[in-house]
């Protein structure tokens, strides 16, 4: 094959016009001299001279496929000497129909597929399918049924961008926790009503009173609920985010550290470490700062790659330049080295590791 392609790949280079002709055929100046044959012009002279060698590769081609055919002709004979040949073959079972598990609750099933579409923000579709389950419309589920699927229209009219409706969304959540205390969905209603008042619609003003009085009331309503996490969470943040406001960081704190004591497994308790971390830091107590770090990680919440570079820097380079504590530094240097190795802290940790490894081992006695 050698000996065909070499030659077409030279003639092709040495049948290119130079850039200025291919610059005049482009912009149809044709300033050729009078006489000349258009197939004379150098395109053509290309065409001509590809086809010809396009016709020469592809005959060198059959010739090796029909060597190759040939040669292997006899073994394939040879295999299939003295077997009959099978006329009507067996045809291969077909794999077995995947089949999708609905709920016998036709209700159930309703609501199912409305949270299912308001995952992919098909609006229209999960508001019609919401609709068919929430009185006074249509389906007469259970009052938990009902409850949920108001819900799920408030969360939709709460969060539809564009098209989102706040004052309607408001009046479901008011609707759940006042006829429907008893449901499932009561807490995270009142959760809503909170979420409002925190982070309304751009042109209104944020009511972080109304807001942290909601979070408060649903603490004492819903104590050992996990909607109540979040909005322990979120209470405390809202005085966190004060930063240099001692009493207001005081006060979030507080809020987050007796969360942590009543319910120090919850779901978002890494979230609470890092928070109380925070705060520490800013104040100068590294060692409590670290400590809480560490407990986020323990606490299994940080499962984002990103995210635990960034607690695992954090907490080795508080504990190498801040508290001067070498081995913890270089264990968490490690960490980074070895649970997240396409982060860009990767080289550095590796070198942060070797630098506290040498400094622990010569602050030793």
Known sequence: M????????????????????????????????????????????????????TAIVAGGLALVLACRVSSAAPAFAEATAGKPAEVNPKP??????????????????????????????NWPKAQETFEKAAPPYGLAGRREHQAEAMFGLANLWQIRQPGGDQERARRLYEQIVGEFADTPAAPWAHLGLARLADTPEYEKQRNVELARKLYGEMIRA?????????????LGMTYTENVGDRQAEDAGTAVLERRLAERPSNYLASAMHIVVGDVAQRRGDFRKAVDNWIA?????????????????????????????????????YERIVTDVKRD?????????????????AEARP
């Open 296 to 332: 986020a990680d323990s606490k299994g919440g940080v499962t984002n790659t990103p995210d635990r570079a960034i607690l695992y820097h954090k907490i080795a380079h508080t504990a190498e330049h801040d508290l001067k504590d070498y081995a913890l530094a270089a264990t968490w």
């Open 222 to 234: 819903y104590p050992d609920h996990p909607a109540t996490d979040e909005a322990a969470l979120r």
């Open 2 to 53: 050698g000996f065909l392609v070499w030659p077409t790949a030279q003639i092709l280079v040495k049948s290119l016009p130079d850039a200025g002709t291919a610059l005049r055929l482009r912009c149809g100046q044709t300033d050729y001299p009078k006489g000349t044959a258009l197939t004379h012009h150098p395109p053509f002279r290309i065409a001509r001279r590809v086809g010809r060698w």
């Open 344 to 360: 860009n802290r990767y080289y550095v940790s590796k070198l942060g590791a070797e630098r506290c490894r040498r400094l622990a």
């Open 92 to 121: 291969t079972a077909k794999p077995a129909p995947v089949r999708v598990q609905t709920s016998a609750d036709p209700v159930r099933a309703l609501l199912d597929a409305g949270w299912q579409e308001l995952r992919f923000a």
